[in-house]
């Protein structure tokens, strides 16, 4: 079966930098879409950043991380990662790493059929 699990999360102040990973099994990584989405208390879920699959990969990021976070993948590690700089107090929120069997990449949660338990990232000021 489908596993992922993320790990990287922790507290840090604003400004600071943290990344992410996401070891995956069960799939086919290299051509399935990937993506981190956050969860902050008593807000929805909502995409982070993802990428679609194959060798030239489509990327979408939430405007609020553009410029400051990446998203990338190493295919021979079956790992994800998400590169996160310039932290703010906002980006503080359970990072869920996500996976679906096909290369394209909805913006929606509900689209995705793998989820791993998820790394707290909690930023201070």
């Known amino acids: 079966q489908v596993q992922l699990v993320e790990s990287g999360g922790g507290s840090v102040q604003a400004g600071g930098s943290l990344r992410l990973s996401c070891s995956a099994s069960?799939?086919?990584?290299?051509?399935?879409?990937m993506g981190w989405f956050r969860q902050a208390p008593g807000k929805e879920r909502e995409r982070v950043a993802t990428?679609?699959?194959?060798?030239?990969?489509?990327?979408d990021y939430a405007d609020s991380v553009k410029g400051r976070f990446t998203i990338s993948r190493d295919s021979a590690k079956n790992t994800l990662y998400l590169q996160m700089t310039s932290l703010q107090p906002e980006d503080t929120a359970m990072y869920y790493c996500?996976?679906?069997?096909?290369?394209?990449?909805?913006?929606?949660?509900?689209?995705?059929?793998?989820w791993g338990q998820g790394t707290q990232v909690t930023v201070s000021s």
């Open positions: 069960g799939l086919t990584f290299r051509s399935a879409c």
């Open positions: 996500a996976a679906r069997g096909t290369s394209y990449c909805p913006g929606l949660p509900g689209a995705y059929n793998y």
């Open positions: 990428m679609t699959g194959y060798i030239i990969s489509d990327y």
